[in-house]
């Protein structure tokens, strides 16, 4: 099993920073992507960002938040970090950290089904 723990969420105004945090716990030696997806309300969840967790430089983003947000790994690279700047109020809601199994050329990372654990999230509102 894996846990994960996400933090850094909070209010921001419009064309503010946030950075996410996402902490990585249990048998993480399984895991191969890590990810954040995000959900305002009464919308479906929506994939934000993607990282291969075993080297390399391949991540994924939305079309909604290239050159905005940028997905890290820390150096104990059990840890992923969402930076999000120029935040907009569209990028409001709750933002979930998740990790899967899976890999491989086609693995799809923007698919939230492909991912085997969730955190509880945290919460992002930017105002206008």
């Known amino acids: 099993q894996v846990q994960l723990v996400e933090s850094g969420g909070g209010s921001v105004q419009a064309g503010g920073s946030l950075r996410l945090s996402c902490a990585a716990s249990g048998y993480t030696v399984s895991t191969n992507y890590m990810g954040w997806f995000r959900q305002a309300p009464g919308k479906e969840r929506e994939a934000v960002a993607a990282?291969?967790?075993?080297?390399?430089?391949?991540?994924y983003y939305a079309d909604s938040v290239k050159g905005r947000f940028t997905i890290s790994q820390g150096n104990a690279k059990n840890t992923v970090y969402l930076q999000m700047n120029s935040l907009k109020p569209e990028d409001s809601g709750m933002y979930y950290c998740a990790a899967a199994n899976g890999g491989g050329t086609y693995f799809e990372p923007w698919r939230g089904e492909r991912y085997n654990y969730w955190g509880q999230g945290t919460q992002v509102n930017v105002s206008s």
């Open positions: 990282i291969y967790t075993r080297g390399g430089d391949s991540t």
